[in-house]
């Protein structure tokens, strides 16, 4: 199992410094952003544009996330032990009881098969 990692980005070191509103302003416009395995623990996320981000493997614990819409973003494997999730949109691949064990114990997130 892949551990959170500190990610030599520009735009991940604007997340970790909560500089979200920035963030947003500097994401390009198409193609996607590349934050598989990243450590955005106990972060304040809210107001973050998360489509078209890769958040595989990524750790959230103890993150603010309420209000994000993330069906856009690819959460296979990531973890949100003890995060916010209130109001929050999860891609439709994830069934409720993966998002609540994540929550719950911080087990890793696996999207359904078709």
């Known amino acids: 199992m892949s551990q959170p990692q ?4 520009p735009l991940y070191r604007l997340l970790r410094n909560e500089k979200v509103s920035e ?17 955005l623990r106990g972060l304040d996320l809210r107001q973050l544009d998360a489509s078209r981000i890769d958040f595989t493997d990524a750790y959230f614990r103890g993150a603010d996330l309420r209000g994000l819409d993330l069906r856009e973003a690819n959460l296979q494997g990531a973890s949100i032990a003890h995060a916010q999730i209130s109001g929050a949109y999860f891609p439709a691949q994830l ?10 114990f911080g087990t890793r997130m ?3 098969t078709a």
């Not at 963030?23 to 990243?38: E, H, M, V, Y």
């Open 6 to 9: 500190q990610l030599d980005s």
């Open 23 to 39: 963030f947003n302003q500097q994401k390009p416009k198409d193609g996607s952003i590349d934050l598989r395995g990243a450590d």
């Open 95 to 104: 069934g409720a009881d993966e998002i609540l064990l994540s929550m719950q």
């Open 110 to 112: 696996r999207y359904r």
